[in-house]
Structures are given as structure tokens and as C-alpha cells.
């Protein structure tokens, strides 16, 4: 009860301080490249319920016909508003809009897309959608360079089911038996902190 007070407690105020910004990204979206501002995907939520993750169009609108389902490296099909919404992890912001419905939390082991839901083990399917999905966790902190981790593989896709998947895993099952409030803030400062140090 605590964690939800606080999901929304801190993305409804957020939310209402950032509306400008948001406004702002939106309309840079669409001068570039003709389309909606938002980018809706299916993920797996708390108890495999799925649900539509709102983030920002950081790619053009055909994009999921163009490639792979995976962002790697240098990817051809991103926008220049969108690689710098990208660099700074701004195309994320609409996900507080996912956590004030409560189909996410402000922490919590990122929502995966179902294919890859599909790899963990049943113990696991148990175990990490037991709680709402995070906008960061500490994996989101470790493979804060996913893209150019996977545009140096050989075969992306088999380097992220192989490799990257049950590294994030054993960090997702970690954060849920260990969860704890002041957990959860010191994982909010040290995205702050990795996110200044990006942007730096």
C-alpha cells in the first residue's frame, strides 16, 4: 500500500510539473517525422496481464516493418529527435502515465515483451510478475548501454535471449525477494545519478 501511495503520489505531481515539457517533446515528435507522439507496445504486467507501455515515437511509423523488434546500435530507422530522446531517456517519460493507472511501478524489474516472457522459467514467471512492472530497476542501471551492447554482437536477437535476458533476470528475481521501500529510493537516486552522468 505504501509503494502504490507513493507510485502515485510521485507520477501524478510529476506528471502535472512536466505537462509542458511533455508538450514540448510531443510537437518535436511530429515536426520531424508525420505520426503519433506515442509509441504503444503490448508488455507483460503484474500476474501476466498485458497492457499497451506508453512511450514516446522515437522511430519512424513504419519502423516495425522495417527491422528487427530489437534497437541495436546505430539503427537506421531512428529519428534525430528521437536518438536524443534516447541518449537522455526521455522517450520514457509517458511511462508515469502507466504508473498512475497502476498498470506499472516508479521501480520494478522492466516489463518485457511477451515473446521474451515466454523464455523465463515457470519459476520465474511466478516470481518476477508477482509485482508491477518498473520504469528503472538496478538491470535498467547496469545495461544502460543495451542498444550499443547488442549493435556489437554477432546476432543481436541470440545475444539478448543468451545473454543479456538471464542477467536481467537474476536482477529482477533479486529486487523481488529483497524489495524494500528504502531500497526502491536508493535505486531512484542512482538512475538520477546515471542518468546525469550520461547526459554529461
Known amino acids: ?27 518535436a515528435i511530429n515536426l520531424e517525422s508525420r505520426g503519433p507522439a506515442f509509441f504503444r507496445q503490448e508488455r507483460v504486467g503484474r500476474f501476466g496481464r498485458t497492457f499497451r507501455i506508453h512511450k514516446f515515437r522515437s522511430m519512424t511509423v513504419d519502423a516495425p ?17 528521437g536518438g536524443f530522446l534516447r541518449r537522455h531517456k526521455l522517450d520514457e517519460l509517458p511511462q508515469l502515465i502507466d504508473v498512475f493507472v497502476g498498470n506499472m511501478s516508479i521501480v520494478g524489474p522492466r516489463p518485457e515483451v511477451p515473446r521474451y516472457v515466454a523464455l523465463y522459467s515457470p519459476e ?3 516470481l518476477v510478475l508477482s509485482v508491477r512492472p518498473g520504469i528503472t530497476d538496478r538491470a535498467s542501471i547496469e545495461f544502460k548501454d543495451e542498444n550499443e551492447i ?8 541470440a545475444a539478448y535471449r543468451t545473454d543479456l535476458l538471464p542477467r536481467k533476470l537474476a536482477y529482477y528475481r533479486a529486487y523481488v525477494r529483497e524489495q524494500t521501500f528504502c531500497g526502491d529510493f536508493a535505486i531512484i537516486l542512482a538512475t538520477v545519478k546515471a542518468l546525469l552522468s550520461r547526459g554529461g
Open 124 to 126: 520465474d514467471r511466478i
Open 150 to 157: 547488442l549493435g556489437a554482437a554477432l546476432d543481436p536477437e
Open 65 to 81: 516493418t522495417r527491422g528487427p523488434q530489437l534497437t541495436i546500435g546505430d539503427d537506421a530507422r531512428v529519428t534525430r529527435v
Open 1 to 27: 500500500m505504501l509503494k502504490r501511495a507513493f507510485d502515485l503520489l510521485v507520477s501524478g505531481i510529476t506528471l502535472i510539473l512536466i505537462a509542458p515539457v511533455l508538450l514540448v517533446i510531443g510537437l
